[in-house]
């Protein structure tokens, strides 16, 4: 006789399933049945998969639903990962990232031991202008080698998503030659060890980076150069348009003139704000509407509100201050004030020479006075609205991407605690 179909136990259509998770931190936006905590955590755990995407989380015992795979007409297999009772949280977001250059910056580092500022030896046609020449200088294998070799060492530390901007070319044809090598890394990038683990690579460009020296004389053309040849030529090849604004590098006007016409173009919009001073940066994301501003050092509580109001995620980069000696970002303030915090490492030559986004996750904690609930969200769900991808990414729920990060700890609450060492043993993404 056939089985009543109303008696029938609910089937979830699923072709993978990790199981044995310790602790699922979710960092769920929405509330999770099972689930404790501001981040949503669940102990002894299970995710089921379906094509990549999560549709299912919850305790990993005998109430779990049962789960079918239809391939077809057949019946296909359901492969199952054992994650050895480690801790699972959402792969780390890194949003702010200039991993694409050649050459090193060491002697400046040491240079600026002895007291020599970083705005002095930018002033000075250094700093930037120094990566500009070695990147001008390099091929396209070399520099999508040091690239890839970069885009390892992060995944290896837990993240699964990186922004990469351009801004060491600062001429038209090594801007496009670094665009068209930051979108190869998401189509090349394939781990030697783990099947499933291309990291999302997302594309920026930087062109108002630093005023090259050809330039220098006639910094006007160069604005108009970015405006009027790079931007409409990398439509399509960059997702965002950032700009460095700084007394330095670019006013608020030019960062406007720039900004404004890449909005027109359809590039989202990130700004490097009030960074050394203030520069009016955070002032002119809150006016363009972008989707975040970056650094916010020396940013008032005026532009602070204005940022908030217009949804301006505010992300901080601690690895700057570390290297430059710098006060760190004041997150208390903003996270205070209500604004969306993210976190991520400004990984690049001069500023912040560094991968790893669990040490980021430290100094939040550690020099910065953010809870693990805030450094963890910062550098997770709200990394992912930085890059506008939290409807994909960031969190571990019903219909996001499964994007993951084992980690080899026995309680998530050594996160930050223990540092300076590796705490990731591999991350998990779908493909
Ligand atoms: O985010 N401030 C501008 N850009 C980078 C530094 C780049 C460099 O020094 O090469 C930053 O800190
Ligand atoms: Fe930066």
């Known amino acids: 006789m056939m089985p009543d179909p109303l008696q029938q136990p609910a089937r979830i259509q699923a072709d993978m399933v990790i199981r044995n998770i310790g602790q699922l931190v979710t960092v769920a936006q929405h509330p999770v049945p099972g689930a404790s905590g501001p981040l949503q955590v669940i102990d002894k755990a299970a995710v089921a998969l379906h094509d990549g995407v999560i549709v299912w989380l919850g305790r990993d015992d005998e109430n779990e639903p049962m789960f079918q795979h239809d391939a077809g007409n057949a019946v296909g297999e359901i492969a199952t990962i054992d994650a050895q009772g480690m801790v699972v949280t959402p792969g780390l977001v890194d949003s702010h990232t200039h991993l694409v250059f050649a050459g090193d910056r060491s002697e400046e580092f040491h240079l600026r031991r002895q007291g020599v500022s970083y705005g002095a030896l930018l002033a000075q046609g250094r700093g930037i202008l120094t990566t500009m020449q070695a990147t001008r200088g390099a091929d396209t294998q070399t520099l999508t080698k040091l690239a890839t070799g970069r885009l390892h060492t992060m995944r290896n530390h837990g993240t699964t998503t990186v922004e990469v901007k351009t801004g060491y070319g600062l001429d038209k044809v090594t801007e496009q030659t670094c665009l068209r090598i930051i979108n190869n890394l998401n189509a090349m ?66 960062s406007r003139r720039i900004l404004t016409r890449a909005k027109e173009l359809g590039y989202l919009l990130k700004i490097h704000a009030d960074q050394l001073s203030a520069s009016g940066g ?13 650094h916010l050092d020396f940013a008032s509580d005026a532009d602070l509100d204005d940022m908030r109001e217009a949804g301006v995620v505010a992300t901080l980069l601690p690895g700057c201050s570390y290297t430059l000696r710098d006060p760190y970002p004041p997150a208390r303030r903003l996270l205070e004030r209500g604004l969306l915090v993210a976190l991520a490492t400004d990984f690049n030559p001069g500023t912040s020479y560094c991968e790893n986004m669990q040490l980021m996750l430290g100094l939040a904690m550690s020099a910065m006075g953010m809870s693990l609930e805030e450094a963890l969200t910062a550098a997770t769900i709200n990394g992912a609205r930085a890059l506008a991808l939290h409807e994909m990414t960031g969190s571990i729920e019903v219909g996001k991407r499964g994007e993951l990060a084992f980690w ?24």
């Open 189 to 254: 990038e394939t781990s030697p060890s783990y099947e499933y683990s291309r990291v999302r690579v997302v594309p920026t460009f930087l062109g108002a980076h630093s005023v090259p020296p050809e330039y220098r004389d006639k910094r006007d053309a160069y604005v108009d150069l970015v405006i009027e040849e790079m931007l409409p030529s990398f439509v399509g090849l960059a997702r965002f348009c950032d700009v460095f604004c700084e007394r330095e590098a670019f006013s608020p006007d030019e």
């Open 282 to 294: 955070a002032k002119l994301a809150a006016e363009l509407g972008a989707t975040s501003a970056d």
């Open 408 to 431: 080899s700890i026995a309680d998530y609450h050594e996160i930050g605690y223990h540092f300076g060492v590796n705490l990731v043993h591999s991350v998990f993404i779908a493909s």
